[in-house]
């Protein structure tokens, strides 16, 4: 089972270093790196990961603070030169804290934890919906009926094989209810399902006889998903 992760720290070494652990351990599926936290706040925001690898001395918002607010089911790997705010760290619930310069050794004794605990909650938990709010009621949508979700700035419209539904929520909040693997933003207005695309090229895909956008922020996202389909 893949893990998708990213980094977080405001030193390109250890930035370079982690990024060459990662490269040797095959579940694991290297998403982006930030040096700071108010950079990966945005990420996550519109996308969700398995893995956080994040360091604690960071400027504008330290690690610690970082994971406290952070509105997630990402686990947390702290990486940090300093001892001492292991005890904060762990209180904070992360799957463990590595001290640099740490070896490769210990970095995969670490990330295998991640490994077991995202398996078991996979395997043993399948979802393939979620409920949305709809006149009051708690509607459950399957997603191999959904084709796409459009934002319409405080509200959504849920487009399905056989109906719509406009919510009140926002495409930051929906697309971390969804699986990765399936779901995917391509535009500031647009989240799709990947299995529903009709035809495709750069400029858009074709869903439910409509041409959707593919704007070019998400472009490359969105072509690096396809090539696993």
């Known amino acids: 089972m ?10 390109k070494t250890a930035r370079n270093i982690i990024k060459t652990y990662i490269a040797d351990v095959s579940f694991l599926e290297l998403k982006g790196e930030f040096k ?10 519109d996308y969700s ?5 994040l360091d604690i001395e960071m400027p504008k918002l330290s690690g ?7 509105d997630s089911d990402s686990q947390v790997i702290f990486t940090t030169a300093h001892r001492e705010f292991a005890l904060d760290g762990f209180e ?20 295998q934890k991640t490994h077991v605990k995202t398996q078991i909650t996979k395997d ?4 393939d919906y979620m409920f949305v709010k709809v006149n009051k009621q708690m509607l459950k949508i399957d997603f191999d009926v959904l084709l ?12 399905t094989h056989e109906n719509s539904f406009v919510v009140y929520d926002k495409l930051s909040a929906l697309i971390k209810k969804l699986p990765a693997n399936q779901f995917i933003r391509i535009h500031k207005s647009y989240i799709i399902n990947v299995s ?20 070019s922020t998400y472009r490359a996202s969105l072509m690096a998903l396809l090539e696993k389909h």
């Open 2 to 11: 893949t893990q998708t992760c990213i980094i977080i720290d405001d030193e």
């Open 36 to 45: 700071n936290a108010i950079e990966a706040l945005e990420y996550l925001q």
């Open 49 to 53: 990961v398995d893995l956080l690898f």
């Open 64 to 70: 610690l603070n970082f994971a406290k607010i952070l």
């Open 92 to 111: 904070l619930n992360a799957i463990d804290y590595l001290l640099k310069p740490f070896s490769f050794d210990r970095f995969l004794k670490a990330v």
């Open 124 to 127: 043993d938990n399948p979802i």
């Open 148 to 159: 796409y979700i459009e934002g319409l700035s405080n509200y959504v419209k849920i487009r």
């Open 196 to 215: 529903q695309i009709k035809l495709y090229t750069k400029e858009f895909v074709e869903i439910g006889g409509r041409h959707i956008p593919v704007s």
